[in-house]
Structure formats: C-alpha cells, structure tokens
C-alpha cells in the first residue's frame, strides 16, 4: 500500500503545482475515479483471462483472446456509435460503462462499477468451476 500511497501523494503534489501555473481545473479526486474506473476494467478483464487459462490450460492461448476479447469490446464501443444498426449494442461492451473524461463532472457511476464487478466475480466463480472439475495429475 506504501506504493500506491506514494504515487497518489505524487500525482496530488504534482496537479497542484502545475494547476497554479497552467490554470489547471483539474481535482485530485478525478484521478482516484479514474483509477476506481481502470481498475474495474482491468479486474474484468483479468477475470475473463483467468476463466480462458482454467478451461483451455493453454496460458498463451488465453492471453491472447483476452487481447482479442479487450481490443474487439474497446472498438465495438468506439465505432459502434457510428453504425446505427449496433448502437444500441454498445453498452455490451465493459468500454460503455468505463466513463473515461466524463468522471470530471459525475463521479463514480456505482450502477456501472457494480455492473462490471459482478460480471467480474462471477468469471471468477466460473473459472473457480471449470478448474475444480479439471482432471489434474497430483
């Protein structure tokens, strides 16, 4: 925890001198949504790649449709605004409920967050499953 202390007392020592000098409205409280946000991404995902590792075995196999998984949801959320006939699919991808700049104003949207946490855990409760009925040579 010492770690992340640190870097949040940098991030926040940082932000407030350069505020003074470029007029910066920026709040240090944005940058912990915004972390609170990467984070529930990041357990998503790490959740999908752990359920993908315990049902194939195959450690590269899985990072990579993680990657795949990752890269094709950020599209499908980027450019699914673009084409009528998807937009309204958009908020299937974990990126939709990931509000990015948006935290400057709103906050935490704690209906999102928790959305993606429990999608999270219940990967998790998945690939606790699939591993518990692996025949596994002891």
């Known amino acids: ?12 020592a940082f ?4 505020n003074g000098f ?9 940058f912990f949504v915004g972390g609170v946000e990467v984070f529930t991404l990041a357990l998503f995902y ?6 993908l590792g315990t049902a194939t075995g195959n450690r590269g196999l899985s990072m990579g449709i993680t990657y795949a998984i990752t890269i094709f949801s950020y599209l499908w959320n980027g450019f699914g605004g673009l084409i009528e006939s998807i937009e309204s699919t958009t908020n299937l991808s974990p990126f939709y409920h990931y509000s990015g700049l948006e935290s400057q104003g709103s906050g935490v949207n704690l209906v999102e967050v928790i959305v993606v946490f429990l999608l999270s855990i219940s990967f998790v409760m998945i ?3 699939i591993f518990n009925k692996r025949d596994i040579g002891t």
Request: aromatic share 14%.
């Open 1 to 12: 925890m010492g770690k992340v202390g640190n870097n949040f007392f940098s991030l926040t």
């Open 127 to 129: 690939s606790i499953a």
């Open 22 to 30: 470029f007029e910066l409205d920026v709040k240090p409280i944005t």
């Open 46 to 51: 790490t959740s999908i790649g752990f359920a």
């Open 15 to 18: 932000m407030s001198i350069f």
